[in-house]
């Protein structure tokens, strides 16, 4: 089959999250012994789930961060206090469980899916997934990162990892990267699919001097430039991909979309993931229904893209380091949103009448 229409298949076969479902899970979690609203964004997390899931109390057990490992031509232009070497490096120390993320997931027993598609050097790791596309990416500041046909295959073997997970049994999806370089594409993304210039999205990523710091705004203003010139498209998200992008976002971009293609709920985590994310729901918007927000990124951009995607993070701890590690505490969030879901008791249940809510319940309403 063509893997462009393969793609749009899945894309245009996505489903919307159970509506009927999610109300009855809000009645449920009203008539439970607590004032209204009084979990505030723990209740939406479960109603959320329940539409996902189509079950109004819901477990969380089997949770996988997959991790997107790809190097990015760019990093050539000086945007990267970090050499190249760095995501390969990482890549190997997920599987070792040593890096922030794995060794907080390892913590709360969550399992890491450390995936390579487009890892520039050569390894011997067995541990990591080897679904490698090409050797790195282009320049973007002078030529495309990727051709369309290889945007394309990073974006299904985000799906195929989707997929894995619902067969495996997973309940829940964390999407995180290795990418030295990957805060540029990210920022060039995003410029392109908001208008914005670089000096609106463009951080430091994992440090920079400030002369650096200018030299990556440069260079995000030189892709665009190119890219106006050669596509100005924004509305095609494979283009944008392909012109600015990397094998990493494309691949989490398909994570996304394959997680809601199995209603899986997914879990965005920092800068990286939320343009990843950003770029499946333009493709689709219901994809958005299946996505829940971890932490706010440091990156400047990380508010120009939650405000496109109208989607508040929960969690403000000055975090800025990828990997999927706000995954892994977004991941505590739900787990407690599921148990007052599972485990409270209802006004009901525990012999008080909530007559003298009646009022107060109307009035929210």
Known sequence: MDREKELFDIINAIEETDKTKSDEAEKYIDSLIKPPRSLGKLEKIAISLAG????????????????????????????????????????????????????????FGIETEIVDVGISSDYNCPEILDRRIREGTGNIAVTRALEREEVIRAILTGVECADRAK?????????????????????AVLAAISGLAAFDVVGRGGGLTDEAFEKKKNVVDKALFRFKNECNSTKDIIEILGHLGGLDIAAMCGVFLGAAKNRIPVVIDGYISIVAALCATKLNERVSAYLFPSHKSKENGYKVASKLMKMEPWLDLDMGLGEGSGCVLAFQVIEAACAFTNNMAT??????????????????R
């Open 167 to 187: 067969s495996d049994g997973v309940d829940i999806l964390g999407v995180g990267e290795m990418g030295i370089g990957n805060t540029t594409t990210s920022a």
């Open 52 to 107: 996902i899931t189509k079950k109004i109390k819901n477990n969380i057990d089997k949770k996988r961060i997959v991790v997107l490992c790809a190097d990015n031509g760019v990093v050539s232009e000086g945007v990267s206090s970090a050499p190249v070497s760095v995501t390969l490096s990482q890549a190997v120390n997920m599987t070792r469980k040593i890096t922030g993320m794995s060794s907080m997931a390892e913590h």
């Open 347 to 364: 006004f009901k249940d525990g012999g008080i009448c909530d007559d003298y809510l009646k009022d107060i319940r109307k009035q929210e």
